[in-house]
C-alpha cells in the first residue's frame, strides 16, 4: 500500500523559506513513470498544482511561483522536499503530496491515486 506522508512547519514567517517534506511509503519513488506532485489548497480557492519531480529526478514548477519554487529528493529516505522562498501570506494554504502513474506500455495515466493528509502553513509574523 503507496502512503505519503507530508511535514513541515505549520507557521512561517513573512519573506522566510518554507520548507515541506513529503515521505513516501510503499513505493521507491525512482519507480520509473512515477511523478510526485505537490499539491496546495488555500481559503475559497481549489486545488492548485505547483510542482512535480519525478522519477528520474526531472521538475515541473506553475510559472507563478517557478521563480520562488524548488523542489528535491532523497531516495536514501525515499522523501521529496518542496522549498518555497520568499513567502507570502498569499502562500498560507493546505499543502499536500499526491502521485501519478504513467505506463508506458499502454499509454494510460493513473491521476492522483494516493494523496497525503495534508499540511496546514499558515504565513504570520
Known amino acids: 500500500q503507496v502512503q505519503l506522508q507530508e511535514s513541515g512547519p505549520g507557521l512561517v514567517k513573512p519573506s522566510q523559506t518554507l520548507s515541506l517534506t513529503c515521505t513516501v511509503s510503499?513505493?521507491?519513488?525512482?519507480?520509473?513513470?512515477?511523478?510526485w506532485i505537490w499539491i496546495r489548497q488555500s481559503p475559497g480557492n481549489g486545488l492548485e498544482r505547483i510542482g512535480f519531480?519525478?522519477?528520474?529526478?526531472?521538475?515541473w514548477y506553475s510559472s507563478s511561483l517557478k521563480s520562488r519554487m524548488s523542489i528535491s529528493r532523497d531516495t536514501s529516505k525515499n522523501q521529496l522536499t518542496l522549498h518555497l522562498s520568499s513567502v507570502t501570506p498569499d502562500d498560507a494554504a493546505v499543502y499536500y503530496c499526491?502521485?501519478?502513474?504513467?505506463?508506458?506500455?499502454?499509454?494510460?495515466?493513473?491521476?492522483?491515486?494516493?494523496w497525503g493528509q495534508g499540511t496546514q502553513v499558515t504565513v504570520s509574523a
Open positions: 499526491s502521485r501519478q502513474v504513467y505506463y508506458s506500455n499502454i499509454n494510460e495515466w493513473i491521476e492522483f491515486d494516493f
Open positions: 510503499g513505493v521507491s519513488i525512482t519507480t520509473n513513470g512515477h511523478y
Open positions: 519531480i519525478d522519477y528520474s529526478g526531472s521538475t
